[in-house]
């Protein structure tokens, strides 16, 4: 274990850094107020549907809204096929 605790710890670290600039660049359009037309069609054909994947993709946008920061870190601290 010795042997590979570094390159595990940053395999761990690359990640966890991957995940923040969408997080961050969706926070500041948020504070300006901007809003993104094809996401908000995208909820709007999840709110419509009522498969799985959908209620799914509608909870984790409600649990993130929910938790900010701390949602998204997570929901990625696990592979998530459905967050990712």
């Known amino acids: ?4 605790w ?3 710890f940053l395999w761990g670290l690359g990640t966890a850094i991957g995940e923040l600039p969408p997080y961050l ?3 500041a359009a948020r504070l300006a107020g901007q809003r993104s037309g094809e996401f908000e069609a995208e909820i709007e054909a999840a709110r419509a549907s009522t498969d799985v ?5 509608l909870w ?5 809204q929910k938790h900010g920061f701390v949602g998204v ?3 990625a601290g696990w592979p998530n096929a459905a967050f990712d």
């Open 1 to 4: 274990m010795a042997k590979v």
């Open 6 to 8: 570094p390159q595990c």
């Open 25 to 27: 660049v969706s926070k």
């Open 53 to 57: 994947f959908s209620r799914l993709k």
């Open 60 to 64: 984790a946008m409600d649990f993130t």
């Open 73 to 75: 870190l997570l929901l």
